[in-house]
């Protein structure tokens, strides 16, 4: 029997990540892409800056499993605007939240974007030949 079984999705979720994967796919259709081997631009080394200084202090807020720099997201669709990505386990209305469990809305001018990831669980020790 398999250690790890695939997850299973339900109609919903499997709907929501499509919409995900055709907004991404629109997205990079009409951006130009950018050489993996050219310098980063001022402005992601300012948000790679600005997040690395933060990372600490926002992970010490409830509910956040990890913190990455990427691309703003708008009714379900990405903006092209850089952002600190704060991920989830369960997204919480605001108004449910105390105060102090508000993420900020940005950080050092930078937008920091909320994504719900579910809850996160490690796969186990993968190896060169697969799960191991």
Known sequence: MDKHPPPTWSAGQKAAGNRMREAWDEFFRATPARKTDEPMGGRDARLLDVRTRHEAE????????????GVRMR?????????????????VPRDELAEGD???????????????????????KLTSFGRG
Not at 75 to 85: R, S
């Open 58 to 69: 926002l992970m010490r807020y409830p509910n956040v499993v990890g913190i990455a720099d």
């Open 102 to 124: 508000l993420l900020p809305e940005e950080i050092e001018g930078i937008p920091v974007d909320v994504m719900e990831t579910g809850r996160i669980v490690p796969l186990g």
């Open 75 to 91: 009714g379900g669709k990405p903006t092209g605007q850089p952002a600190i990505i704060v991920y989830v386990e369960r997204k």
